[in-house]
């Protein structure tokens, strides 16, 4: 069975920092795919940034990139220079070829303070 | 604008009502879902279809039904079987439901029982 596991309940970080999201995930597949959503308090789930288990190289999309690490386990999401519209919740999440569905994690609640 | 349409936004039931939530979607994707979210929890997958008149239960489709008549749509209806239905629904599609596919998510439907 797949498993996400995020163990930081919520973050604060300040403007323009940085900001680290870890996730490490379980799974027997060979071939799964690794996803980040935000999700605003309106609760609309935004899709962020995506890694293919064979992927060679981290993902990156615009100040979001992914640090997959294959061999620990883990699928950090990095923000760089944070911004005021980073506050909300972010999910890490899985799947694997053939399964229909996507395995979520608890959820890293971020806030950004001025 | 290609998306994925949900509605209502907000949702009312009086206990031993059927309600039926909306989900459409002009993105021309084969495969839809349906997710449920309760309040401080991750994701968990109610139905999925990956093809118009099948669909499939996910982890927790008891006191729920589904139709997929239309590419476009597929609507949920929580039945008075449904023990504890108020959460958050949320409706996604992807492309073709392979499992690895980016799966994107509706703006959602706050579904209260009174």
């Known amino acids: 069975a797949q498993k996400i596991t995020q163990t930081q309940p919520g973050m604060f970080v300040q403007e323009k920092e940085a900001v680290t999201l870890d996730c490490t995930y379980d799974t027997s597949d060979p071939s799964y795919g690794l996803f980040w959503y935000k999700q605003p308090s309106s609760g609309e789930m935004i899709f962020l940034i995506y890694q293919g288990s064979y992927d060679q190289q981290n993902a990156t999309e615009g100040r979001y990139s992914l640090n997959f690490q294959k061999a620990r386990k883990s699928a950090n999401l990095v923000i760089s220079a944070s911004q005021l519209g980073d506050s909300a919740m972010y999910f890490c999440a899985m799947s694997g070829k053939g399964a229909q569905k996507l395995v979520f994690g608890q959820g890293t609640r971020l806030t950004i303070n001025p | 604008d290609g998306g994925i349409t949900q509605s209502p936004k907000y949702l009312f039931r009086k206990e031993g009502q059927n309600v039926t939530l909306s989900c459409e979607q002009n993105l021309n994707h084969d495969a839809m879902y349906w997710y449920r979210q309760d309040p401080g929890q991750g994701l968990r997958l109610i139905y999925y279809s990956q093809i118009v008149n099948d669909f499939q239960k996910g982890d927790i489709a008891e006191g729920y039904s589904v139709s997929r008549e239309k590419k476009e749509s597929f609507p949920l209806t929580v039945t008075s079987a449904q023990k504890n239905p108020t959460a958050f629904y949320l409706c996604?599609?992807?492309?073709?439901?392979?499992?690895?596919?980016?799966?994107?998510f509706g703006p959602g439907t706050r579904l209260t029982v009174l």
């Open positions: 996604a599609s992807s492309i073709s439901g392979t499992g690895t596919d980016t799966q994107y």
